[in-house]
T-cell receptor
Framework: EDQVTQSPEALRLQEGESSSLNCSYT??????LFWYRQDPGKGPEFLFT???AGEEKEKERLKATLTKKESFLHITAPKPEDSATYLC??????????FGQGTRLTINP | DGGITQSPKYLFRKEGQNVTLSCEQN?????MYWYRQDPGQGLRLIYY???????QKGDIAEGYSVSREKKESFPLTVTSAQKNPTAFYLC?????????????FGQGTRLTVV
């Protein structure tokens, strides 16, 4: 069965302090790895899809990278509005996503 | 604007009651999903549907039921058989299952047992 583990569980940074979130996965034949952002009390918002090792995608202060066993979400010079829970998920079969437990990110001004 | 609408935002259930959560989408997506989210845990799949009048159980279907009579609608009923229903429920949709595409999520329904 596919598994997804995110670390750390929570991360607190100062504004402008860059860091990375980790998503480790075990899956037989990766079809896609997804990153979502979730604000408190809201539904997840799609950020990135990665398909193969070595792939990278960027959006504003976020960059997602992928290896054969893990993905990183790099946050460069974060701002308080980047505070959220970041969810990682892998596609299992053709029909569903398997989610990690998320990393709760807090950026202090 | 296209999107997914879940209602109500907050729902309270008494012991032994069945309650139904609404999910409507106007994205013309074929596939729809229900997930449950508990504090400190990832989203877990309850049911999914690829086409009208067809649906499959996910990982935690016990105590839940769904219907898919219209492409736009995928209501979830939380039955009295679900012993621990307090959670945040999320509905999602995608164009053709998950292959190569991301899921779009609604804003969620928070269900509390009183």
């Amino acid at each position: 069965e596919d598994q997804v583990t995110q670390s750390p569980e929570a991360l607190r940074l100062q504004e402008g302090e860059s860091s990375s979130l980790n998503c480790s996965y075990t899956v037989s034949g990766l079809r896609g790895l997804f990153w979502y952002r979730q604000d408190p009390g809201k539904g997840p918002e799609f950020l990135f899809t990665l398909y193969s090792a070595g792939e990278e995608k960027e959006k504003e202060r976020l960059k997602a990278t992928l290896t054969k066993k893990e993905s990183f979400l790099h946050i460069t010079a974060p701002k308080p509005e980047d505070s959220a829970t970041y969810l990682c998920a892998v596609q299992e079969g053709a029909q569903k996503l398997v989610f990690g437990q998320g990393t709760r990110l807090t950026i202090n001004p | 604007d296209g999107g997914i609408t879940q209602s109500p935002k907050y729902l309270f259930r008494k012991e032994g009651q069945n309650v139904t959560l609404s999910c409507e989408q106007n994205l013309n997506h074929d596939a729809m999903y229900w997930y449950r989210q508990d504090p400190g845990q990832g989203l877990r799949l309850i049911y999914y549907s690829q086409i009208v009048n067809d649906f499959q159980k996910g990982d935690i279907a016990e105590g839940y039921s769904v219907s898919r009579e219209k492409k736009e609608s995928f209501p979830l009923t939380v039955t009295s058989a679900q012993k621990n229903p307090t959670a945040f429920y999320l509905c999602a949709s995608s164009p053709e299952g998950m292959v190569g595409t991301e899921a779009f999520f609604g804003q969620g329904t928070r269900l509390t047992v009183v």
